[in-house]
């Protein structure tokens, strides 16, 4: 069984099917992208892997646990990083660091790890309410990663981030999981990101995948120069 | 400029529908019930002080003008006359507290013989308090009033237009004597209704801002993690949502604990200030160094000596229950502002009625139907415990603690799961899009 599968995914608020049947795999050693317009069910399907928001119907696993009935088993084995998360104000990007890395039980190795990911330099002492947007990514994304989780769930990683700070983001990204040899997962709208990134990319579109491929085999099946012209075609033909 | 600024801004705030309830219909619905509530209770003590205008007059004298031109003195002052019988001072007091009267005043012997030659007498007056309401010690302050004003029209009688102005002002010397919660206390009633005041005022005032605090302190800690957006994270840590309850359910705890001991050190202080100007106030002629009785024990009126437990535990728990609805409201509420206007839709219409009908009056002198509202309201539950409590009505105070603990069971089952399950997140989404339909 791949580290990752989605079957069948519903899911509803009140009356709007915001999921309707939602399925992937994700294998090892993967970065896997999904990538739509706003809307799309990005940030929902991220959120039932995550174990916050749970299917009405269809089901997810994350490595052979069910994200409906054994959610505990399977936070021990992911790390989520929401889109737009913030920080604890007043506590430090090292205090931070520290938190994490006690409620996952890790140790020293782990913050020395974490600084490093982060590379905030002295500022890592400061309040994280002074970091820049950057800076406060940098800091949460180096508090997923350095935990080594099998499994790591990024939602809009580089959203809103000027290039330097996007760029050193995507490095650690593929450095994790090629080090580690975990499975990502990340949901952009950004598809030249994605394209840079992910091994594989799924297309999201009204709650639906409506393709699936690695990105240079979808630009030669639909005759595109990049993934932005992959989708508009996808949606045209849609 | 101005114009479209303002005009946005209101459009912005009324929009919101928090603030559209918590400052606009909430006030609009709630002010005008607790007017109603607490003119229920005022008519009630209005009422019950109009009826029970009557003093007991134990006569030692016995001449014609204490006889009939006294009581007819009293007559004209609104107040009904039940006369005892008696030998002594201490028959009278027996007396006096077997006929069960609230108020009553001896006259001593020698009395109209000074009184006809414009010396003042000694009256002993004896005030019995039976319970802590604005109703009872409005009652006394009435009757006290009245029975001066008896004896200046007295005065004016007796000695017409040669009066002397002093006697006039002051025709007997009042030697007061309160009993209440079964201790005699020598003091003036003005001074025990202060003391009592503070039980009745101030130690409630305190419970409810701590509680209050509580509340706030708590739905600001989801409301924080929401906005700040923090929670997500949080919840997908490998630790059961019951943990990171318990930790916001103790952080809370922490932090209104330290904000209660400091304002339990800042009302011990309004307290000893209070005492203070108590003391300055005592009666001319009352010297604390050569009246043992009134120095002793007018310090000694704590109320009953499980007060203090009760009274900690009475804040205890509305401290918790508070937690509980802030946690509620936290986890109902998208953002800390949403919050914080919320908390306090709920908890002002729960705290406030309550808080001022029993101010004014005694919950057993309502209404039904009020008495029934007020009873389901468990912070009701809260003033009566310390009011009972005060008075040393332990079983009632019991009950009262005892509903308290189980509306704070209920809460923290309600809170426990909605924290479980993944309202925690969708409801702010239900929330925005309400918002954005609006």
Redo the contacts between chains.
């Keep these: 069984m791949k580290p990752v599968v989605a079957d069948d995914l519903v899911k509803r608020?009140?009356s709007k099917e915001v999921l309707k049947g939602v399925s992937f795999e994700v294998g090892e050693s993967e970065i896997f992208g999904i990538i739509g317009p706003n809307g799309a069910g990005k940030t929902t399907t991220l959120?039932i892997l995550?174990?916050?928001?749970?299917p009405d119907s269809g089901d997810a696993w994350i490595l052979g646990y069910s994200v409906k009935d054994e959610p505990?088993m399977v936070?021990?084995n992911?790390?989520?990083?929401?889109e737009?998360?913030?920080?604890?104000?007043h506590l430090t990007g090292r205090e931070f660091l520290e938190f994490?890395a006690g409620?996952?039980g890790r140790g020293a190795d782990c913050i020395r790890r974490g600084v490093e990911i982060a590379n905030l330099g002295s500022a890592l002492d400061n309040p994280m309410g002074s970091y820049s947007k950057g800076m406060k990514r940098r800091i949460?994304l180096a508090s997923i990663l350095m935990i080594k989780p099998r499994v790591a769930i990024l939602d809009e990683p580089t959203s809103g981030l000027d290039v330097r700070h996007a760029v050193h983001i995507r490095k650690e990204i593929r450095r994790f999981v090629e080090e580690t040899g975990a499975s990502a997962i990340i949901s952009s709208h950004n598809m030249l990101e994605v394209e840079y990134l992910c091994d594989r990319v799924a297309f999201i579109n009204d709650g639906r995948i409506i393709e699936v491929g690695k990105p240079n085999e979808l630009k030669e099946r639909y005759s595109a120069e990049n993934l932005e012209e992959v989708f508009a075609r996808l949606v045209e033909v849609g | 400029m101005l114009t479209h600024l303002l005009k946005k801004e209101i459009k912005e705030l009324l929009m919101e529908r928090s603030i559209l309830i918590g400052a606009i219909i909430i006030p609009l619905i709630i002010l005008p019930l607790m007017g109603a509530l607490t003119g229920l209770g005022m008519g009630a003590a209005i009422s019950k002080a109009g009826a029970e205008m009557t003093i007991g007059l134990a006569d030692l004298d016995g001449t014609n003008l204490t006889q009939n031109a006294l009581p007819r003195m009293f007559s004209e002052e609104g107040l009904k006359v039940t006369r005892i019988e008696c030998s002594s001072e201490a028959d009278c007091l027996r007396a006096i507290n077997e006929k069960g009267v609230k108020f009553a005043l001896i006259i001593p012997r020698g009395f109209s013989r000074n009184f006809t030659l414009g010396l003042k007498s000694e009256v002993r007056t004896i005030y019995s308090i039976k319970s802590i309401t604005v109703s009872d010690l409005t009652l006394s302050g009435r009757i006290s009033d009245a029975i001066l004003s008896a004896f200046r029209a007295l005065a004016e009688r007796v000695h017409g237009k040669s009066i002397n102005p002093e006697f006039f002002e002051e025709p007997i010397s009042e030697k007061p004597l309160v009993i209440c919660l079964n201790r005699v206390v020598e003091a003036p009633v003005q001074a025990i209704g202060s003391m009592f005041l503070s039980v009745l005022i101030g130690l409630p005032m305190v419970a409810v801002i701590v509680a209050s605090h509580a509340s706030s302190v708590a739905a600001t800690s989801i409301a924080l993690e929401k906005e700040s957006k923090t929670l997500e994270i949080l919840l997908t840590i490998p630790a059961r949502r019951i943990t990171i309850l318990l930790s916001k359910l103790l952080g809370t705890f922490v932090i209104v604990l330290l904000s209660t001991i400091s304002f339990l050190v800042g009302f011990g202080i309004y307290g000893l200030m209070l005492a203070g100007s108590v003391v300055a106030s005592a009666p001319r002629g009352a010297n604390l160094e050569t009246s043992p009785t009134f120095s002793m024990n007018f310090f000694s009126i704590q109320g009953s000596p499980l007060f203090p437990p009760i009274l900690f535990s009475a804040i205890f728990m509305a401290m918790i229950m508070m937690t509980c609805i802030g946690l509620l409201v936290g986890i109902l509420g998208g953002d800390v502002r949403s919050a914080q206007q919320l908390v306090g839709a709920i908890t002002f219409p729960l705290l406030m009625p309550p808080f001022f009908v029993l101010l004014f009056a005694p919950i057993e002198s309502l209404p039904l139907g009020v008495k029934a509202a007020l009873l389901l309201d468990p912070f009701t539950h809260l003033f009566l415990a310390i009011q009972k409590g005060f008075v040393g009505d332990i079983a009632a105070a019991g009950i009262s603690l005892g509903v308290m603990i189980a509306f704070t069971a209920l809460l923290l089952v309600l809170s426990s799961f909605l924290f479980m399950g993944e309202k925690l997140i969708t409801m702010r989404i239900t929330v925005r899009r309400v918002r954005e339909a609006a």
Excluded: N, Q, S
Aim: hydrophobic fraction near 45%; charge should be positive; avoid cysteine.
């Design positions: 608020f009140g959120r995550a174990t916050i928001l749970k505990d936070r021990r992911i790390a989520y990083l929401p737009d998360a913030g920080v604890y104000r994490m409620v996952y949460l």
